[in-house]
């Protein structure tokens, strides 16, 4: 068993549409990230955080501790929102684990 | 503006070669990583480097080497590529935690043929 689950593996929405990843780990973090990666491979780091809630334009990054569960919603999608989205963990001895990531279409 | 830079986006190389993927980071970053992408099994790490010249493997080091004379640049070295190594290869840098923030290049797509 993956230590980071992603659900669900791809994802179709129309545009305008409310998106919600999840992510869920079994292993102890001090942090977890949601990364982006377009087409073409470059990735950037979208959020980080250890509790509560994050918010950045129309992303908002939601994690519970205690239940080991993260969950990154895209508001009012569009299609340049189409991407593959992936969980990180970082742990307590320095190391990052990935999830498999979301593939994202948002079709106008 | 933070960059990690991979020296090239796609790479084509022959069974057997030595192969070199180098990354540059300008942020002062004590980390650096080396990842491979493939897909259903996300990203897994190959090697990463705390400092200059240490270095520690991860979960797949095999048939894979690392360099890192400088604290800006982190090579991986394929010593004889095999077609198993074709993969999305993806360099990372953090400050002295990854629990501070992580920053990735654009990514090497490397086939063997």
């Known amino acids: 068993k993956n230590e980071v689950e992603q659900s669900p593996q791809n994802l179709t929405a129309q545009e305008g549409e409310f998106i919600t990843i999840n992510c869920s780990y079994s292993?102890?973090?001090?942090?977890l990230h949601w990364l982006q990666q377009h087409p073409g491979g470059g990735i950037v780091s979208l959020f980080m955080l250890s509790s509560g809630k994050k918010k950045h334009g129309r992303l908002i990054a939601t994690i519970n501790i205690q239940e080991k569960h993260s969950s990154l919603h895209i508001t009012a999608s569009h299609p340049r929102d189409s991407a593959v989205y992936i969980c990180a963990v970082g742990d307590y001895n320095n190391d990052m684990r990935f999830g498999a990531g979301t593939r994202l279409t948002v079709k106008p | 503006d933070v960059k990690v830079t991979q020296s090239s986006r796609y790479l084509v190389k022959r069974t057997g070669e030595k192969v070199f993927l180098e990354c540059v980071q300008d942020?002062?970053?004590?980390?650096m990583f080396w990842y491979r992408q493939d897909p259903g099994l996300g990203l897994r790490l190959i090697y990463f480097s705390y400092d200059v010249k240490m270095k520690e493997k991860g979960d797949i080091p095999e048939g894979y080497s690392v360099s890192r004379e400088k604290k800006e640049r982190f090579s991986l070295i394929l010593e004889s590529a095999s077609t198993n190594q074709t993969s999305m290869y993806l360099c990372?840098?953090?400050?002295?935690?990854?629990?501070?923030?992580?920053?990735f290049g654009q990514g090497t797509r490397l086939t063997v043929v």
């Open positions: 942020m002062d970053h004590e980390n």
């Open positions: 990372a840098s953090s400050p002295w935690a990854v629990t501070i923030e992580a920053f």
């Open positions: 292993v102890g973090i001090s942090a």
